[in-house]
């Protein structure tokens, strides 16, 4: 199957998958406690992600006593800019019901006192569930992926290369498990996690940082939040490791139209960044597998089997009656072939990795190749034209 047509498929799978979720008993149960948190601006927003990055769910001290959580203390609040109207009395003109002033019997506007209300703002104190106790908020999904990725350390090392910004390990007090600083320009992610859960939210930070790190301002969060958690979703299961336990939960949270537009909206984003970072990540695997393999030949490279190598080469007996009636006159040289070209060219059994093959045993590996076999040949017969008795340059028997 081609990588569109498989990423198309996957990405299909991630809608059936998140509306799963929201037809499900526990994930009402969750919308109803959800409803009770204040729903910040955009301006709001960026406020919080500028104090606290990796804050999640964030609630005034008075709104989470309700809910039966209290605010650690020594805690530092997110400020915030709240809404603060307040009334002004002014006096104006009376008006008759058409409208226009009414005028008193010395010709003069009659005047009436009405209040005004003003909108103004204040600064307000807002903490994240990081920093609160009590209480457990109901949940849907895992608290983190487990299982192992394998080889996790080359993974992780071309996870860096390919990441626009630095990457590194922190204890993250809050309980995320990593975030994109967007003022830094870095990404931090959660020490000691799970080699899958790590990888995972390597690609979604990393997500963030390729896609989000100069988006527009009308890109709201939860359109950020699906494009990166997908991607990272769609990617891992391209590779065949699974977060659909952890993924579609997380997807679930941030669509909130019930006809889940904004996740179908975000489909194309999500196969276009998964296909490039598969496309990076398998590249840069083939590049490091080459310079540690340099047995490893490119696929287009002609490579004779077993069997055309024994066809090929002759015994040393073999090749002794063939120098023994050449005369002198017609001594080869170093242009003369000790055996017939193949008339065709014959690719060896091998196994696809990214964009090259791995050589079966004797064709590449620990054994001679059979450039090398030819040339120690030639050489022999060479030495033994030019009168050195059948010995090497110390003088040793061939």
């Not at 000790?338 to 196994?351: G, Q, S, T």
């Amino acid at each position: 199957m081609e990588r569109e047509d498989r990423l198309k498929q996957l990405t299909d799978q991630l809608t059936d998958g998140v509306k799963a979720v929201r037809d499900s008993g526990e994930y009402k149960k969750l919308l109803a406690v959800m409803a009770k948190f204040p729903h910040y601006s955009m301006n709001n927003c960026m406020l919080i992600a500028m104090q606290r990055p990796d804050a999640t769910l964030c609630q005034g001290f008075d709104g989470w006593k309700k809910m039966g959580r209290y605010v650690k203390k020594g805690e530092k609040g997110i400020k915030i800019i709240a809404p603060a109207p307040y009334t002004v009395q002014k006096e104006v003109d009376k008006l008759d019901s058409n409208g226009k002033p009414v005028i008193d019997s010395d010709g003069e506007h009659v005047k009436e006192t009405k209040e005004y209300q003003v909108m103004g703002f204040k600064a307000e104190t807002t903490f994240d569930v990081s920093q609160t106790d009590g209480k457990e908020l109901p949940k849907i999904g895992v608290d983190e992926l487990k299982g192992e990725v394998d080889k996790f350390e080359l993974m992780m090392g071309v996870l860096k290369e390919l990441s626009p910004v630095p990457i590194g390990f922190e204890d993250i007090q809050s309980g995320a498990k990593g975030y994109y600083h967007t003022t830094d320009k870095r990404i931090a992610i959660q020490k000691d996690m799970s080699e899958l859960q790590t990888v995972k939210t390597c690609l979604h930070e990393i997500t963030h940082a390729m896609l989000h790190a100069d988006a527009p301002k009308e890109i709201s969060k939860n359109r950020k939040e699906l494009e990166a958690e997908g991607t990272a979703c769609i990617v891992l299961k391209y590779m065949g490791y699974d977060t659909d336990a952890y993924s579609f939960p997380y997807l679930t949270g941030y669509t909130t139209d019930a006809d889940m537009k904004e996740l179908k909206d975000s489909l194309n984003t999500i196969r276009r960044t998964s296909s490039k970072i598969i496309t990076k990540i398998e590249n840069e695997l083939s590049n490091i597998y080459m310079e540690r393999h340099p047995e490893i030949v490119p696929d287009n490279e002609p490579v004779k089997t077993k069997k055309s190598v024994e066809s090929d080469t002759r015994s040393e007996k073999e090749t002794e009656t063939v120098a023994d009636k050449t005369s002198d006159k017609n001594r080869p040289d170093d242009n003369w072939p000790l055996v017939d070209e193949p008339k065709e060219k014959v690719i060896a059994e091998r196994r696809i990795l990214g964009t090259v093959r791995i050589l079966p045993d004797g064709a590449g590996g620990k054994k001679p190749s059979l450039l090398d076999s030819l040339k120690v040949e030639k050489e022999k017969i060479k030495n033994k034209f030019a009168g050195n008795g059948g010995k090497d340059e110390k003088g040793v028997a061939i």
